[in-house]
């Protein structure tokens, strides 16, 4: 089965930090873009931080020096470290694949802008 599963998330002191991970399973081929997205309540669902396959990250202003994206193409898995966090990073935090070409029942099948379920990350004291 198809899927994209985000972890790491947690409750953390501001200050802290923590790692994501996701995970990208069920016959995967190949992976292109991968991005970390956030969604805090009351907001909309915004961009963190994104890689291409090659490597090439982009951030958003609000996590440039403290966020690093990456990925273990082999493991068909994206990181997101996150240090020196803020209370205003609170948010559920989803894993985006922009394609992905992957095989099921013998057939090579793409699927576009496929996200995971999200994992929650608190900052707080």
């Known amino acids: 089965q198809l899927q994209l599963v985000e972890s790491g998330g947690g409750l953390v002191q501001p200050g802290g930090s923590l790692r994501l991970s996701c995970a990208a399973s069920?016959?995967?081929?190949?992976?292109?873009?991968m991005g970390w997205y956030r969604q805090a309540p009351g907001k909309q669902r915004e961009l963190v931080a994104s890689i291409t396959s090659g490597g090439s990250t982009n951030y958003a202003d609000s996590v440039k020096g403290r966020f690093t994206i990456s990925r273990d193409n082999a493991k068909k898995t994206v990181y997101l470290q996150m240090n020196s966090l803020k209370t205003e990073d609170t948010a559920t935090y989803y894993c985006?694949?922009?394609?992905?070409?992957?095989?099921?029942?013998?057939?090579?099948?793409?699927?576009?802008?496929?996200w995971g379920q999200g994992t929650q990350v608190t900052v707080s004291s």
């Open positions: 069920g016959s995967i081929v190949s992976i292109n873009g």
């Open positions: 985006n694949a922009a394609s992905l070409s992957y095989y099921r029942g013998g057939v090579l099948r793409y699927e576009y802008d496929y």
